[in-house]
């Protein structure tokens, strides 16, 4: 039952629930993961579900996915539906625990009417510039609202006549009697309803006034008996009046806030609010572009499930926050697709070479091992030929001392194949290099020096006649600075890194590749690791994202 038994490393929130359950507090673990689904969810929210839901499987508990669905200006069902199959995605299952806070809206207004009887909330109607000003500040206590003292029967009629939708938005709001003078801004009489005409993605047009998220949030809690109420750091000052909600209503069950600290990544932001911007302004395709840090962005750019889950525990559950480096995701990232993807070749700027004194129509198929390290992936016979592509950068006319690929004059061997010569070098009218001509060693089928002789540089080729063309697209930081919120003063957007995504149009792959598998990611040896485009790619023009690179990039100064 204990956390120790399982593999998670033991963090503050589960020395908290042993101990709930040494003492006999709980018997039953239950946690929720709440999304507003007012956009996609990010990695960010990985950790929130991983922390969540992982609680609930290790402790034999429950966990619900609760849509907390109180803001319907901003929610949608392509929200709620893209925030479903995240979930699922990252191989949690909340059975028959799907929720909605709007599911208790009646519930929710019956602990409002509770309140205002008891002498705890009361309708106000000053605007809300008003309201500001009467709120004090850090260093000043606030003043009490002129309706403040209104009768219980005044603000039951009022508040009737809100849901009835007799008022305006904004004309009055439900508020709780709590302190202006507290030195908690949260418990300066905080909203509790207000008036939207706004229809909602589930009540449709049954409602005009909705409760507002601290309100809504504690009691949908109270409501699922939730024991430990998860969320980040932000919510510390919210707590009191978490607890006040809980409190003053009669409560189902009491559960207990405890905060841990947000994901942030370096050279990203975190926050649906902003992201929404980066889509709606056309900085990015869509949620799901391949540099979004969403959890649907990072699936299409070739992101596994498990090296999600595993990022999420290796970053740990703290109380502090800090800023992880983006080279920590790809590491969990790379070492996942090390062990399990199938090697093979591809070329990403492509380079002619004709191999002189290889016969005209001859084609070998060569063997080549689709894992080192594992053999029992097997291995697949690759077409040979007189012509065939390399890398652009794989070749220089005039090379540095330590550059070790071909150069002409010099010979390298080509991967699985044979020892190639450079021996004339052909440029077109402008003077680019067009094409390489060279000559083989037959020797060296394979790749052997049957004389021993030493040779450095081993590329990777694929056969021009047999090679299928393909779209490659490479990613680099969507942002160029660390932190692109750290300047208030100037707009994050600035900060966009313009060479985020690059298009390279005349990739050449291997045959096999022709049939590439959708959920299967491949090596491109040398090259790093790619999957097809779940949205472009298409059987007859592929399209392949690189996921990420074979080393670290990013811990280096670029
Ligand atoms: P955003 O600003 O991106 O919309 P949010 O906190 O408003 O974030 P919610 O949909 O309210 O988004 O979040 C659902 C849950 O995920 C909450 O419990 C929240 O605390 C958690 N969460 C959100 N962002 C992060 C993050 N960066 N790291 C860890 N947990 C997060
Ligand atoms: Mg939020």
């Not at 901003?74 to 059975?95: F, T």
């Amino acid at each position: 039952m204990s956390a120790a038994s399982s593999e998670t490393p033991v963090n503050f929130i589960r020395q908290i629930i042993d101990e709930d359950l040494v003492t006999g507090k709980h018997d039953k673990i239950i946690t929720r993961f709440p999304p507003e689904p007012n956009g996609y969810l990010h990695i960010g929210h990985a950790k929130s579900i991983c922390l969540n839901f992982g609680i609930a499987q290790d402790y034999n508990g429950l966990c619900s996915l609760r849509f907390d669905d109180t803001n319907p200006d901003k929610e949608s069902m392509e929200y709620v539906e893209s925030i479903k199959d995240d979930v699922r995605w990252l191989g949690y299952d909340w059975g028959e625990r799907l929720r909605h806070a709007s599911d208790y809206f009646d519930q929710l207004y019956e602990f409002a009417l509770k309140l205002i009887k008891d002498g705890k909330a009361y309708v106000d109607n000053l605007s809300a510039e008003e309201i500001r000003q009467y709120r004090g500040t850090l260093t000043e206590p606030g003043r009490d609202s002129p309706y403040r003292e209104r009768s219980v029967e005044e603000n039951l009629d009022l508040f009737e006549r809100m849901r009835k939708g007799e008022f305006e938005d904004g004309e009055y709001l439900l508020r709780a009697k709590i302190d202006m003078a507290s030195s908690n801004i949260n418990m300066r009489d905080p909203a509790l309803y207000r008036i939207r005409h706004t229809d909602h993605q589930m009540t449709g047009d049954k409602w005009c006034i909705y409760p507002m998220y601290d309100f809504t949030h504690a009691l949908s809690d109270a409501i699922e008996h939730v024991t430990h109420s998860l969320c980040t750091l932000e919510f510390e000052d919210h707590r009191p009046l978490y607890d006040w909600c809980i409190e003053n209503v009669e409560p189902p069950s009491r559960p207990r806030q405890i905060e841990f600290s947000r994901l942030a990544l370096d050279y990203t932001i975190m926050s649906k609010r902003l992201l929404t911007r980066l889509v709606d302004e056309n900085k990015v395709s869509g949620w799901d572009d391949p540099r979004m840090p969403t959890i649907s962005g990072l699936r299409r750019r070739g992101f596994t499930p498990h090296s999600i889950r595993d990022f999420c525990e290796r970053i740990g559950i703290t109380k502090k926050d800090n800023t992880i480096e983006m080279g920590v995701l790809e590491n969990s990232i790379r070492e996942d697709l090390d062990k399990n993807s199938p090697r093979v070749m591809g070329v990403l700027k492509s380079l002619r070479v004709v191999i002189e004194n290889y016969p005209d129509d001859k084609t070998e198929q060569l063997e080549a091992a689709n894992h080192p390290n594992n053999p029992e992936m097997g291995s697949r016979e690759i077409p040979f030929a007189k012509t065939i592509y390399i890398e652009q950068d794989d070749f220089m006319e005039d090379p540095p001392k330590n550059f070790f690929r071909l150069a002409p004059g010099r010979e390298v061997r080509l991967r699985y194949a044979y020892l190639i010569t450079c021996k004339d070098v052909i440029k077109d009218d402008a003077g680019n290099i067009i094409e390489l001509r060279c000559t083989y060693d037959p020797e060296t089928r394979g790749g052997k020096t049957p004389d021993g002789r030493k040779v450095k540089g081993t590329l990777h080729w694929v056969s021009a006649q047999h090679a299928v063309d393909a779209e490659i697209r490479l990613y680099d930081r969507l942002f160029d600075v660390p932190n692109p919120l750290a300047d208030k003063d100037s707009d994050f957007m600035l900060h966009l890194n313009p060479d985020s995504l690059q298009k390279l149009t005349n990739g050449k792959v291997e045959p096999g590749l022709a049939h590439a598998n959708a959920r299967q990611s491949y090596q491109f040896e040398r090259q790093g690791y790619f999957c097809l485009d779940s949205k472009d790619s298409t059987p007859e023009a592929l399209v392949f994202n690189r996921t990420v690179t074979l080393r670290d990039s990013w811990s280096r100064s670029k």
